[in-house]
């Protein structure tokens, strides 16, 4: 069988570079993805993806686009909206950021679950 990984090394000894089987390349790859979350588990993953706004932050949003429609809102009020649609923005993009990851490592838990 193959090395997995074998290091380049300078004239001191000192390694500098990695050469790596073609398997273990494909394995770690989706590491440097930057839409790739790392370092969560399957169900931290699961979690975040299946997560929502605080129930007061979507009931206080829920206010203030109710009382938008209506052009009702003051300054402070405009701003907490923005702050509040700002929250929401982020959040999605964690939770899509969060199936993606999920749905890259599926076939790798599909191919645990045979082995075990």
Same mark, same amino acid.
């Given at each position: 069988? #193959? +090395?997995?990984? $074998?290091?380049?090394?300078?004239?001191?000894? @000192?390694?500098?570079?990695?050469v790596l089987d073609l398997d273990?390349?494909?394995?770690?790859?989706? %590491?440097?993805? #930057?839409?790739?979350?790392?370092? &969560?588990?399957? +169900?931290?993953?699961?979690?975040? %993806?299946?997560?929502?706004? %605080?129930l007061t932050d979507q009931n /206080?949003?829920? $206010?203030?686009?109710?009382?938008?429609t209506e052009n009702s809102l003051?300054?402070? +009020?405009? @701003?907490?909206?923005?702050?509040?649609?700002?929250?929401?923005? /982020?959040?999605?993009?964690?939770?899509?950021? %969060?199936?993606?990851?999920?749905? &890259?490592? $599926?076939?790798?838990?599909?191919?645990?679950?045979?082995?075990?």
């Open positions: 069988m #193959p +090395e997995t990984v $074998q290091y380049i090394t300078n004239e001191q000894g @000192d390694r500098i570079g990695v273990t390349y494909s394995r770690l790859t989706p %590491a440097l993805d #930057p839409e790739y979350l790392i370092g &969560l588990t399957t +169900e931290e993953l699961k979690a975040l %993806a299946s997560c929502k706004l %605080a /206080h949003l829920d $206010q203030l686009i109710d009382r938008n003051s300054e402070g +009020e405009l @701003d907490d909206l923005d702050d509040l649609l700002e929250k929401v923005d /982020h959040l999605t993009i964690l939770k899509t950021r %969060a199936r993606y990851t999920l749905n &890259l490592l $599926q076939p790798r838990l599909e191919e645990q679950r045979i082995v075990a």
